[in-house]
């Protein structure tokens, strides 16, 4: 059976224009009513529901004539570029679609440029998130506000000075090959970026972000997210980590098929492929049933992409972070793992000249 899954999406830009706030800012939106469910934790990864992207964006949403068939988004916790070049997903990039965050104060720095590079690159496609409007002298803060409701309650100079610093941004873009343009006077996403001038630490804007990411990425990204949803697993490591009582750990995202309690699997190691069977798939328990720091997750039976787990299993001292893991239910698809692992080992070997 064929499904769409949650887009995977990275932020990125240059330290302190806001990725964590961001982060913290998506972590931590809750709509009003209960039945939108909320934000669903998973290991180095937040998922956002759409039926809460919908009710925050209330007729945003109209933005998107078509009917928005995604579950939701999935944000990789770890922000910044260097986590985002090493993680990788058959050749392509682990994300599906980023979010370039840039301090609408001070523009381009040499790691907004750098980031472009690595996603133009990639071929990653991306949206602007110019931050820190707060900042604009005058600027009325009204919290979790949409952009263009707020824009329209501040005064003349305060508008001008966004249009100002907004061209200048542009004119940069323009510079590195991109046209780009506020969100709302796109005309085709396809040709042009979209800027979406926002405050992370008040979430103004945060509602045409998520709106927008959801609407590109059923726009555009629909056939590249329809899974086999029974297949065999395939994921990337976040991270290796020992855990007090479980040994060594993978923190992995699933961005396809459907992991199983009982699956053997094929890790990426230093330069081996480790071949292991699963102990236990965790999940992090809510914050409010953590009694005891030695009980931080739950076990789970199985884990459908796109999702962070967490693997517990033997052997896993020497795997990787940035690795490919693979789930195999024979001896054959074993092997054919191995042998993807190995010839993927193999050739970042040679592209870096390092053994
Ligand atoms: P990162 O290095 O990109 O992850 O940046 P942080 O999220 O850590 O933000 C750096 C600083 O900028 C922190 O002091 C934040 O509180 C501040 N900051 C982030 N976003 C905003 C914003 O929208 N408005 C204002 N005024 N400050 C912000």
Redesign the pocket.
């Known amino acids: 059976m064929k499904k769409i899954r949650q887009p995977i999406i990275a932020?990125l830009?240059?330290?302190?224009?806001?990725?964590?706030?961001?982060?913290?800012r998506i972590r931590n939106t809750n709509v009003a009513s209960k039945e939108a469910g909320g934000i669903t934790q998973h290991i180095g990864a937040t998922e956002v529901p759409i039926d809460t992207i919908k009710q925050l964006a209330g007729p945003l949403i109209q933005l998107w004539k078509g009917e928005i068939r995604l579950p939701g988004l999935l944000f990789i916790d770890t922000?910044?570029h260097e986590a985002f070049t090493s993680l990788r997903a058959r050749g392509g990039s682990l994300a599906d679609l980023a979010v370039l965050?840039v301090?609408i104060n001070e523009g381009f720095q040499p790691q907004t440029i750098e980031s472009i590079e690595i996603l133009r690159r990639n071929r990653t496609p991306f949206i602007v998130a110019a931050?820190?409007?707060?900042?604009i002298k005058g600027w009325k803060v009204e919290e979790d506000e949409p952009f263009l409701v707020n824009i329209k309650k501040q005064d003349q100079r305060a508008q001008q000075e966004l249009e100002t610093k907004l061209w200048e941004l542009i004119g940069k873009f323009y510079e590195m090959g991109f046209q780009a343009n506020r969100f709302d006077r796109v005309q085709d996403f396809t040709r042009e970026l979209a800027i979406v001038p926002?405050?992370?630490?008040?979430g103004?804007g945060v509602p045409e972000l998520l709106v927008l990411i959801a609407g590109l990425s059923q726009k555009y990204l629909e056939e590249k997210l329809k899974i086999e949803v029974e297949g065999p697993a395939r994921g990337t490591i976040l991270e290796v980590r020992e855990e007090l009582g479980l040994g060594t750990t993978i923190d992995v995202i699933i961005y396809d098929g459907t992991l199983h309690k009982d699956d053997t699997i094929v890790v990426g190691g230093k330069d081996k492929a480790i071949v292991t069977k699963i102990r236990a798939l965790l999940k992090p328990k809510p914050l409010d049933e953590i009694r005891d720091p030695r009980f931080r997750f739950d076990q789970v039976d199985e884990v459908a992409a796109a999702a962070g787990i967490k693997i517990a299993a033997p052997g896993l001292e020497e795997a990787l972070a940035g690795s490919p893991v693979i789930a195999a239910r024979s001896e054959e698809e074993v092997e054919k793992a191995r042998q993807e692992i190995l010839s993927q080992i193999q050739s970042v070997v040679i592209s870096t000249g390092k053994v």
């Not at 830009?13 to 913290?24: A, C, I, Q, R, S």
């Not at 926002?198 to 008040?202: D, E, H, V």
């Open positions: 932020v830009g240059h330290v302190d224009h806001g990725k964590t706030t961001l982060l913290d922000p910044g965050i301090d931050n820190k409007i707060d900042r926002i405050s992370a630490k008040y103004i």
